[in-house]
């Protein structure tokens, strides 16, 4: 069941265990924030915390970015439908059969299924890293196309980076939903992004959702951190 208040901040729970995680989940709000549990607490933890943070009153986005052939994939993204997660993603070079064949599979579960969506270009990625894949398209090329993949094969929205957001908008029209990782308030660390953008200017840009991990997870007060970024994005 989507939350009413529709925050538009996804906290991402990048922790080596519950125990971290819990507590800071403690001191969140359901009505502030999301969460978005990724490859490492669900490898650690499971669907059992999926449950918990959901029952605590959380949406959770399940960001295991499926990628595997058409059957193995339709059967995990209806998994995470059962575990009644509010998004799930799965990779969209994974292509048109796969991504048809997912979203074909989460019609059962009707109007409160999970959102899908899919992984563009990982916001980590420049130019040069493409290339090494074999990609000479810019980041914004591959994204676009990528983007006109997802829609066509009938998900609801892509991740990408905000710069990205502006064209994605234009293209693919208002009510596709865009997924920005990457997001780093103006004093916070690059790290390993590389298509990054501040919380004000990704909203500004198009995005729908800001996923925001170590700015709020690694901050000395994540509490605060998290309070900062609401604030400086309230009523954009
Ligand atoms: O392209 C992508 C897709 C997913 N992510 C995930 O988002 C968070 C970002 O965390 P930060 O600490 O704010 O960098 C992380 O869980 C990634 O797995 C992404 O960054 N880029």
Redesign the pocket.
Known sequence: MQNQNDPKIIV?L?FPSETPALELVDKLDPAKCRL?V??ELFTRSGPQLVERLQKHGFDVFL?L?FHDIPNTTSAAVAAAADLGVWMVNVHASGGEKMMTACRERLEVFGPDRPLLIA?T????MNADDLAGIGITDSPEAQVSRLATLTKNCGLDGV???AQEAPKLKAEQGADFQLIT????PLTADK???QRIMTPTDALKAGSDYL?????I?RAADPLAALEAIHAEVQGL
């Open positions: 991402a990048d978005k990724g490859k960001d970015k992984v270009v990982l916001t980590s991740v990408c980076s990782p990457g997001i780093r790290g390993d992004q996923v925001i991990g170590r700015p997870t």
